[in-house]
């Protein structure tokens, strides 16, 4: 391990250990409460751009492998850990996780006080950082991070969308078989990628929906075309990182899926692009929420949800002059699902496939599958 200096926008320097790959990266620094599932976080597009502190103190003990990838590769642009653990014990272990973060290009920091940093993120907001494994001076770390754009205005599901059109044909994971499950299917949809995490596939399928990925820049037309041939019988709007207000092409493309009715269900980005949509743009929460231990109360049914999140923007309290809230937050009374009035349209913030996290909201899918 050799040292990593973080120099955060407020000033802050810190030294540290590293592991997985070297160099220097700029991104935003977030942390996540999630107690399992560091390789399906690491492995989530919506985390590109981002530096991930987990308040778990121990990474890394159970290794990584191939079923537990939510995508083809690591997205963030590196994860800050208390302690590393470089020999993993678990039957499932394929390779270590510096490993998968070498092979990544992403940077793997340890040997750091992440209490220290998450109490400092929950007092003054989620910020820009620089980490490097080359250099250490705190005036010149200063001027590649003034020198580097921020989250907020890279477009990132542009480098994370797919490039071909695929079928996925895989359902929930059996602990069984160890494999993935493959159920008949009755409905047809398209799923937008803007970052698209494989759990969340897996739970579309196994609510009974044959599901065509496709890339972000598929148009609006093109859309309606197979929804007027019946080939499809709905959109599903994924999850992805960044700022969603400035995806104008998206949310146009949106606007006229609304328009035309057809049958929509976002999920945390895809959330967020149906209400701009609608006319009421998102803002930025101070930290976000990321972790798998958030409760959601279920206003139709009256119970509490403990459900998994990872988002830093949300939709506004207004929105209920044109959708009713379905799901809110109990730390913060935030909006976390919502059923649009004239238009068959429904969305959580939340993620309902829970991976890493519990399945109480994976009934979700279902939802979905009812209104097609």
């Known amino acids: 391990m050799g040292k ?3 120099y955060f926008e407020n000033g802050l320097l810190l030294e540290a250990k590293s592991f997985g790959a070297k160099g220097t990266s700029v991104g935003e620094v977030v942390f996540n409460t999630s107690l399992t599932g560091y390789q399906e976080i690491v492995t989530d597009p919506s985390y590109a751009g981002q530096f991930v502190t987990f308040t778990m103190p121990e990474i ?9 990838m939510e995508s083809k ?3 963030c642009k590196g994860i800050i850990v208390r302690t590393y653990q470089d020999r993993p014990s678990n039957f499932r272990c394929e390779e270590t996780l510096a490993v998968l973060l070498e ?4 940077l793997g920091i340890c040997d750091i006080d992440t209490r220290f940093i998450t109490k400092m993120l929950r007092e003054e907001g989620a910020m820009m950082m620089v980490a490097s494994t080359e250099v250490h001076d705190k005036d010149e770390l200063k001027k590649v991070l003034d020198a580097s754009p921020r989250i907020e205005d890279v477009n990132y599901i542009e480098k994370v969308s797919t490039k ?3 079928v996925h044909t895989e359902a929930r994971y059996s ?3 160890f494999t993935y499950e493959t159920p008949s299917t009755t409905k047809k949809i398209i799923a937008l990628d803007f970052g698209i995490k494989r759990n969340i596939l897996n739970e579309l399928t196994h609510a009974g929906m044959e599901v065509t990925v496709v890339p972000n820049s598929m148009s609006a037309e093109d859309i309606l075309a197979k929804v007027d041939a019946k080939e499809i019988d709905g959109v599903f709007l994924s999850n992805g990182p960044g700022d969603p207000l400035i995806l104008k092409e998206e949310q146009e493309k949106i606007k006229k899926l609304i328009d035309r009715k057809v049958p929509l269900f976002g999920i945390c980005l895809g959330h967020q692009l149906l209400s701009i949509a609608h006319g009421y743009d998102t803002y930025k929460l101070q930290f976000g929420h990321h972790g798998g231990n958030h409760p959601v109360m279920n206003a139709i ?3 509490v949800e403990i459900t998994a999140q990872n988002h830093n923007y949300n939709v506004p309290d207004n929105i209920t002059e044109v959708a009713t809230v379905t799901h809110t937050n109990l730390f913060d009374n935030t909006i976390e699902g919502l059923k649009y009035n004239d238009s068959p349209s429904m969305s959580v913030q939340h993620h309902p496939e829970a991976s890493p996290g519990p399945h109480e909201s994976a009934y979700i899918f279902g939802e979905f599958a009812k209104m097609l």
């Open 4 to 6: 990593v200096s973080l």
């Open 60 to 68: 890394g003990n159970v290794g990584c492998n191939a079923q537990d």
């Open 73 to 75: 590769g690591a997205h």
């Open 103 to 106: 092979k990544n290009g992403v």
């Open 164 to 166: 071909e059109t695929y």
């Open 175 to 177: 602990t069984d078989t």
């Open 301 to 303: 049914t009256n119970t």
